[in-house]
């Protein structure tokens, strides 16, 4: 799914709070296959055969978790499954476990928030779904309040928050929502993430 999408504006008249979908038609099924794991997230970490080596911990703010006999243990930005094969891989690695069996479960997502600023109806904080890494631009907007009639829709600024994934390493990105609400793209635009903040230009007249 790419997440930097530059589009070229095709002068669509899309009136202010018209672009109102469900976000259940915008949004993939949910699930924790393709979620990256982030601080403060809680997890129940288990070893198989190995009760004491079992904890129930948040992700630390740097997105470690504490293993016992490993210590510290960087998990922060990768899925559950890379996660285990991280702490099994260590395991082997210090010499404590042959054929360590690791299990990860999420107990409590850490809440996200995605920011709207600008020419929208309602600006402030959009909450990302749980079990979500980010929202389709279009739905971040529409949470909002929508467009207001002064919004220029191709040229909405994203000032991107840090991230390990290479494609969220550009300070600030430019997407054109207009083309995205004309192609009634589903899943196949720009994903804004956690803590990213999006601003709604005005149009020039």
Known sequence: ???????????????????????????????????????????????????????DQRVSDK??????????????????????????????EERYLVKPVVTISIEEFSPKLVTVLGEVSEPGSIAIPEGRNGLPIQVAIAQAGGFTGAAQKNAVQVKRAEGK?????????????????????????????PDDIIFVPRRLF
């Not at 504490?66 to 099994?88: D, H, K, N, R, W």
């Open 1 to 55: 799914m790419p997440r930097f999408v530059y589009f070229c504006f095709l002068g669509a008249s899309i009136l202010p709070g018209s672009f109102f979908l469900s976000a259940a038609d915008q949004l993939p099924d949910p699930g924790t296959s393709s979620y990256l794991l982030s601080p403060f997230d809680r997890l129940a970490i288990s070893v198989y055969g190995q009760t004491e080596l079992g904890s």
């Open 63 to 92: 997105g470690t978790v504490s293993i016992p006999l490993l210590g510290e243990i960087p998990i922060g930005g990768l899925t559950v499954s890379e996660a285990q094969l991280a702490i099994e891989k260590a395991f082997i």
């Open 165 to 193: 994934n290479e494609d969220r390493k550009a300070p600030m990105v430019v997407v054109d929502v207009g083309e995205i609400l004309v192609s009634n793209s589903r899943g196949n635009g720009f994903m804004a993430g």
